[in-house]
């Protein structure tokens, strides 16, 4: 039995009716992938990415921005290469920095206020294949996993897909 872990978790796909975008195989790229997860957004959970790690079949259920109150503190941006955060990080910090974020726990006021709130949002460029956000989602949910193994936590790992920025939003500085 091939085993499937869910992003955030598997309560929120609706398996009936549910359209899989195989990263492997599909033709779409980010901004068509993105595109397509906004029309099915009053369906979620009906539109999930899949991938496989070499270990586990992965199923991500990514959200987009709908103009909902969510806290920009919350969100930890990512990119093929870097971390939006601070003066920006190389995506190798990419586990420091994760688990920074969701062990805050209102410390420091611009990463998320509690593991519970945090989000991670994936910005790439629009023309980037479906291999290529394999990529950067394999390296995204194994370091998640790894840091949900250490705190042993109920922890989930809640993605957004943005490309409606061309340009990213300025590092958070330090609040004095």
């Known amino acids: 039995m091939i085993k499937i872990q869910y992003y955030p978790d598997d309560t929120l796909y609706t398996e009936k009716n549910a359209e899989i975008i195989r990263l492997d195989t599909t033709k ?14 009053n369906r979620f959970g009906k539109l999930v990415v899949e991938f496989d790690d070499g270990k586990v079949k992965k199923r991500v259920i990514p959200f987009v921005f709908d103009g909902g109150l969510i806290k920009e503190r919350n969100i930890l941006e990512i990119t093929s290469d870097s971390i939006l955060i601070d003066d920006r990080y ?19 006021s611009y990463y998320s206020e509690s593991p519970y709130n945090a989000l991670v949002e994936v910005t790439i460029d629009t023309n980037k294949s479906g291999k290529e956000l394999k990529q950067v989602l394999t ?38």
């Open 28 to 41: 779409l790229n980010f901004k068509q992938i993105t595109d397509k997860i906004g029309t099915f957004y």
């Open 139 to 176: 390296n995204l949910t194994s370091t998640f996993d790894e840091i949900k193994n250490e705190l042993q936590d109920s922890i989930k790992l809640s993605i957004y897909f943005d490309y409606s920025r061309q340009t990213p939003r300025p590092p958070r500085p330090p609040k004095e």
């Open 90 to 108: 190389p995506i190798s910090e990419l586990k420091r920095i994760l688990k920074r974020h969701y062990t805050n726990k209102n410390n420091i």
